[in-house]
Nanobody, 123 residues
Framework: QVHLVESGGGLVQAGGSLRLSCAAS????????MGWFRQAPGKEREFVAA????????YYADSVKGRFTISRDNAKETAYLQMNTLKGEDTAVYYC????????????????WGQGTQVTVSS
């Protein structure tokens, strides 16, 4: 079982940056693909980014490609989401999630979820 805790959210001006962290418990972190999703008020949860077991392959939603970077440190059992050039439409609660396998773009693939961290971008 994996327990995930996000941190790093906050209020930032448009054009600014934030780095989210997702700390995992247990010794099996390296066995899980990691993903980031977000949910804005009144909207459905959407895929943001995902990363392979080793970190060698990454996947991004078109809306964040070129601005966000997902990474992981298996030794620290932590995943990260570096967010640059933030826009108002990036305002949402961001969740990290862990999956054994499957379609990483789909939320139902993931087995474990964090509690979320709020990101608010002011224009």
């Amino acid at each position: 079982q994996v327990h995930l805790v996000e941190s790093g959210g906050g209020l930032v001006q448009a054009g600014g940056s934030l780095r989210l962290s997702c700390a995992a418990s247990g010794r099996t972190f390296k066995r899980y693909y990691m993903g980031w999703f977000r949910q804005a008020p009144g909207k459905e949860r959407e895929f943001v980014a995902a990363i392979s077991l080793s970190g060698g392959t990454t996947y991004y939603a078109d809306s964040v490609k070129g601005r966000f970077t997902i990474s992981r440190d298996n030794a620290k059992e932590t995943a990260y989401l570096q967010m640059n050039t933030l826009k108002g439409e990036d305002t949402a609660v961001y969740y990290c999630a862990a999956a054994v396998s499957g379609n990483l773009y789909v939320g139902t693939t993931y087995d474990y979820w964090g509690q979320g961290t709020q990101v608010t971008v002011s224009s």
